[in-house]
């Protein structure tokens, strides 16, 4: 069967690159000084958060990219993580225009195209489950015996 026809691949493939890239910006809030940064930005346009959300955001990022790197509660993570993206779309990044450039005279321009792209890999993944290639399939099918 043509590689085109096999929708487990497909949903490896997007699921461990939508999974990287939140792990890795939970671990920069985490770890990278990233929280501080995210902080300035929005101050820089008059708003400010608890740090408890901006903990509690890195930590999402971390653990839900690498469920869905893995595999594991992978809607869940993805579930989750939409939300959050749906949310700092609508608060920020909307305002902000579509595109992620540099504008004269703007100190901001973080537009929502990245966000779009992250959200429907995140939409495809809860919908369509991890496939075949996930670690909770592999769990699923170990108690229930092989498949058949």
Request: net charge positive; glycine share 10%.
């Given at each position: ?10 949903l490896l493939i997007l699921r461990v690159a939508v999974g990287l890239?939140f792990l890795f910006h939970g671990w920069a809030k985490l770890f ?50 939409t939300i959050e993206m749906v949310i700092a779309v609508a608060l ?57």
């Amino acid at each position: 069967m043509p590689i085109a026809r096999k929708p487990d691949v497909g949903l490896l493939i997007l699921r461990v690159a939508v999974g990287l890239v939140f792990l890795f910006h939970g671990w920069a809030k985490l770890f990278g000084d990233q929280i501080s940064f995210v902080q300035e930005m929005l101050q820089m346009v008059g708003w400010t958060l608890p740090e408890a959300i901006l903990w509690l955001v890195a930590l999402l990022e971390l653990f839900g990219g690498i469920a869905l790197v893995l595999g594991v509660f992978s809607r869940s993570a993805a579930l989750l993580l939409t939300i959050e993206m749906v949310i700092a779309v609508a608060l920020f990044h909307l305002r902000q225009g579509f595109f992620i450039v540099s504008v004269p005279n703007v100190p901001l321009a973080y537009g929502f195209e990245y966000h779009i792209a992250l959200v429907s890999g995140l939409v495809c993944v809860a919908l369509g489950g991890p496939g075949r290639w996930a670690l909770e399939e592999r769990l699923r099918r170990g108690r229930a015996g092989p498949a058949v």
